[in-house]
């Protein structure tokens, strides 16, 4: 059974920083991809970005790219997202999920659909 847990969250100022953490645990995580989505109230789950296990390939939303920065600890099976210059209407519950392949070739997936496990969430508040 595969279990992620993210925190990180809190309340940041515009233009502020926050880095997100999710942990990861359960078996073949080498072959798995780690995406972080993240939902605003009355919305879709939208995407932000993914890195596979082995830290090879990274895709970035085209709003988040430039400001935002996946990478991960394998040693910790922990994986980050480092959010900078924030703006209120990234007010979200954020969350990272796990899409598991059955070979070791593994590739970035960009739809909460296509991913098998999903943490809780962490709640990430941008004040103006």
């Known amino acids: 059974q595969v279990h992620l847990v993210e925190s990180g969250g809190g309340l940041v100022q515009a233009g502020g920083s926050l880095r997100l953490s999710c942990a990861a645990s359960?078996?073949?995580?080498?072959?798995?991809?780690m995406g972080w989505f993240r939902q605003a109230p009355g919305k879709e789950h939208e995407f932000v970005g993914a890195?596979?296990?082995?830290?090879?390939?990274?895709d970035y939303s085209d709003y988040v790219k430039g400001r935002f920065t996946i990478s991960r600890d394998n040693a910790k099976n922990t994986v980050y997202l480092q959010l900078h210059r924030q703006n209120p209407e990234e007010t979200a519950v954020y969350y990272c999920a796990a899409k598991f392949f059955s070979s070791s070739r593994v590739v970035v997936a960009a739809m909460w659909e296509e991913y098998d496990y999903w943490g809780q969430g962490t709640q990430v508040t941008v004040s103006s």
């Open positions: 890195i596979t296990w082995s830290g090879r390939s990274t």
């Open positions: 359960g078996p073949f995580l080498s072959r798995s991809v």
